[in-house]
């Protein structure tokens, strides 16, 4: 059992930068891919960005690729997303996410295994 819970939102102006932290409980941290989806009212939750479990390979949506960044630190059982250059289409609550069945996370429909609870993300035009 793993227990997410995510840090970092808030409001940003459009440029921006933000740093999401994922801190997760278990000590078979280090066997989970983790990763970041986020949903806005009204539509499905997406994949933003992914790593596995050693952190060696790392992959992102398209619409966020070359502005975020995963990364994470197995000793200290964080996860973190850093965010550059927001746009007001970023805004969306963030979630983290745990998944030891070795899917990628990015795949249409996968569903990880565990979800924090969200972290709203607002970006200002």
């Known amino acids: 059992q793993v227990q997410l819970v995510e840090s970092g939102g808030g409001l940003v102006q459009a440029g921006g930068s933000l740093r999401l932290s994922c801190a997760a409980s278990g000590r078979t941290f280090s066997m989970y891919t983790m990763g970041w989806f986020r949903q806005t009212p009204g539509k499905e939750r997406e994949f933003v960005a992914g790593i596995i479990w050693s952190g060696g390979r790392t992959y992102y949506a398209d619409s966020v690729k070359g502005r975020c960044t995963i990364s994470r630190d197995n000793a200290k059982n964080m996860v973190y997303l850093q965010m550059n250059s927001l746009k007001p289409e970023d805004t969306a609550v963030y979630y983290c996410?745990?998944?030891?069945?070795?899917?990628?996370?990015?795949?249409?429909?996968?569903?990880?295994?565990?979800w924090g609870q969200g972290t709203q993300v607002t970006v200002s035009s």
């Open positions: 996410a745990a998944d030891r069945r070795g899917g990628r996370l990015s795949t249409r429909g996968y569903e990880p295994e565990y």
